[in-house]
């Protein structure tokens, strides 16, 4: 979309088949498009675990950016202050906020490597990697990656671009052993589904 006020438009026409909770402008207004308790069309196909419905299992949060640009700081202060208010509201994990890059990897690419999940993390909003000092094998990157929560119907190359567009999006070549001691870390400390009994 060219402009915030025509993403509103798209996301709510019916005809468009294409929905989210809430679209957040470059100047930090948000705008409430679908309540909370009802189901939106953000997510599409994908998965994270062991949710394979996400749009009935999510809220979902767009946000006015090209995907290349950096997102400006009122939109930032404005999605921190709405996920905060939201993961009150629901009792979301931090390892439960994710892009939607991570639950359809290789369909969609957003936020984009310019986003701050750092940030976020550092709030309680999201969580951050650190690298075990002895990594794991290579053959051990598509079970780590689902214990994380990534599909597994996916090729290893669509996962690594996933991953690495999220915690190492500057990273490059094929799978390495800083991407494993970081993948590592996540899998050990946030197994995606340990808060529903499946881990």
Known sequence: MTSADAACNTLCNPASQVSAHYMIAENGTVHCLVPEEMRAWHAGAGRWGGVTDVNSRSIGI??????????????????????????????????????????????????????????????????????????????????????????ADVPDKTLLSAFRLRFRPRASGPVSAADMALIADLARRFPVDADNGLA
């Open 62 to 151: 767009e946000l006015a950016n090209p995907g290349s640009s950096p997102f400006a700081a009122p939109q930032m202060d404005a999605l921190c202050t709405l996920l905060l208010g939201i993961k009150d509201r629901w009792g979301i994990p931090p390892a439960r906020i994710i892009g939607h890059s991570d639950m359809a990897p290789g369909r969609k690419i957003d936020p984009g490597a310019r986003f701050d999940w750092r940030r976020l993390a550092r709030l309680g909003l999201s969580i951050w990697p650190v690298a075990v000092a002895d990594p794991p094998p290579l053959d051990a990157f598509r079970s780590l990656m689902a214990r994380i929560g990534y599909s």
